[in-house]
């Protein structure tokens, strides 16, 4: 079927000429009377707008089905492109066939024209999409993840997939998913189908590791897993990273990168999601535009933990957490620091070492490790990340204090028996991202099936 997209209809396409349109019905008005109509309202998912077409009972199945239609019915419309006689739109289609794929049952039909609140459409994962709002998440989504592999595309950057199953506890922070293939309670993994512990991943760093050390930069994108029994707006079980890694990179390469590439993804958003963006703006979030475009503009304050402490502990205000030397900042300290003391996004550098994993670079104090996380106003935290711990006896030992085996990482530390190199990588979560850019509250409404304690449905 040669068919118009309704963005390109609204666009692009010539008043006058003759064009195919298939969608969703979003609205039937019939109009009675001496001069019958029927006004209908389509989306077809290309864009937030929806293009109206008039049919008039001369049509053969005016009667039998036209006037029968309903919100969520398929249609397939032939017609002409007309200036529109009506008010909020410049054009709209003057029908000469409309073609019924398939009925809605108007009584059943969850997706009204109406406003339903966000927790009511999680329950309609795979209906949600009709509506505006999840609509444009998806496309401003859909333009993140372009936005992502232009970037390292045109730096060189070679796209590599890591394992969905893995041995190895990236973080050691010990909440995995077991992959199994035994029966519950049984823990006699050389019977089991790998032969040994294995889960799901919550990170493909240590895999993209092997291939920057041989190739040079790498990333990976793609699903990770966390079973934290947590169900708070910030949390999903399941959930995508992008994560690059460089050799002969170090700390600094790594927070300009950093910088650099979050600057690129929100620019291609602000560049080709305007309808869209204008919709959360007006709708979600009345200062996502100009928190976005100020992001984009923006250079990034450089600033080391110890100097944040000092900071916010002379902010002369009341914490929830108070902020001491050697605990993790916490949200209200990172959006105070982005959003009221520079009023920009801030890259915090060397951490202590006590509170990072094995595999960041310790510096030469004993204390810190060359770990950057990447703040932005509203939410904090959008990106962490390290130069990497390239020297053998370094990252043996930080591998024991932290009560692991090196011997079971044996291949991982092969990287720095056989030709160590300097190397730097971060992780940015795609959903922490999208609503940033969005403006969503609730992380589990910017993907497309959320995976939560308890809820697994679609």
Same mark, same amino acid.
């Given at each position: 079927m040669n068919r118009t997209?309704?963005?390109?209809?609204?666009?692009?396409?010539?008043?006058?000429?003759?064009?195919?349109?298939a969608g969703w019905v979003r609205t039937v008005r019939n109009h009675k009377g001496k001069n019958r109509f029927s006004f209908i309202t389509l989306n077809d998912g290309s864009c937030l707008a929806t293009i109206q077409a008039v049919a008039d009972p001369k049509l053969s199945n005016y009667e039998s089905e036209v006037v029968h239609l309903t919100a969520g019915c398929s249609v397939v419309v032939t017609g002409k492109l007309v200036e529109s006689q009506g008010k909020g739109q410049s054009v709209e289609m003057q029908v000469d066939e409309v073609r019924l794929l398939g009925a809605a049952d108007a009584e059943v039909y969850p997706i009204q024209q109406k406003r339903h609140t966000f927790e009511f459409l999680r329950t309609q994962a795979h209906l949600r999409t009709r509506t505006n709002t999840f609509g444009a998440v998806a496309r401003v989504r859909n333009v993140i993840c372009a936005a992502i592999h232009e970037f390292f595309q045109s730096r060189g950057f070679l796209y590599v997939?890591?394992?969905?199953?893995?041995?190895?506890?990236?973080?050691?922070?010990?909440?995995?998913?077991?992959v199994t293939t035994l029966e519950t309670g049984r823990d006699d993994f050389d019977a089991d189908f790998f032969g040994r512990r294995t889960s799901l991943t919550v990170s493909g760093q240590l895999e993209a590791e092997t291939y920057a050390c041989s190739l040079g930069s790498v990333y990976t994108f793609g699903p990770t897993f966390r079973a934290e029994n947590s169900n708070t707006p910030r949390h999903l079980s399941e959930f995508w990273m992008v994560e690059p890694e460089s050799a002969f990179c170090d700390a600094d390469d790594n927070a300009d990168l950093a910088e650099d590439f979050l600057k690129h993804i929100f620019s291609s958003v602000l560049q080709r999601c305007g309808e869209d963006m204008e919709f959360f703006n007006k709708w979600i979030d009345k200062g996502v535009i100009e928190t976005l475009t100020h992001v984009a503009e923006s250079e990034f304050v450089r600033l080391t933990y110890t100097e944040a402490i000092e900071i916010l502990q002379k902010a002369g205000r009341k914490w929830e957490f108070p902020p001491e030397w050697g605990n993790d900042t916490q949200?209200?300290?990172?959006?105070?620091?982005?959003?009221?003391?520079?009023?920009?996004? !801030?890259?915090?550098?060397?951490?202590?070492?006590? @509170?990072?994993?094995?595999?960041?670079?310790?510096?030469? +104090?004993?204390? &810190?490790?060359?770990?950057?996380? !990447?703040?932005?106003?509203?939410?904090?935290?959008? @990106?962490?990340?390290?130069?990497?711990?390239?020297?053998? +006896?370094?990252? &043996?030992?930080?591998?024991?204090?932290?009560?692991?085996?090196?011997?079971?990482?044996?291949w991982y530390t092969d990287l720095r028996r056989y030709g160590t190199v300097p190397h730097a990588g971060f992780g940015l979560g795609l959903e922490r991202t999208v609503q940033f850019v969005t403006g969503m509250s609730n992380i589990r409404d910017v993907i497309p099936f959320p995976r939560t304690p308890r809820s697994a449905e679609f």
């Open positions: 997209l309704i963005k390109d209809a609204l666009t692009d396409a010539v008043v006058g000429s003759e064009i195919t349109v997939h890591t394992p969905i199953i893995t041995s190895s506890d990236c973080e050691g922070a010990g909440e995995m998913f077991r949200t209200e300290h990172e959006r105070y620091l982005t959003e009221e003391k520079f009023q920009r996004p !801030v890259i915090l550098t060397d951490y202590p070492s006590t @509170i990072k994993p094995f595999y960041m670079r310790l510096s030469d +104090d004993g204390k &810190t490790v060359a770990a950057m996380d !990447v703040l932005v106003p509203k939410i904090g935290e959008i @990106i962490g990340g390290s130069q990497r711990e390239e020297r053998l +006896d370094v990252l &043996t030992e930080r591998m024991k204090a932290q009560g692991l085996n090196p011997d079971d990482y044996w």
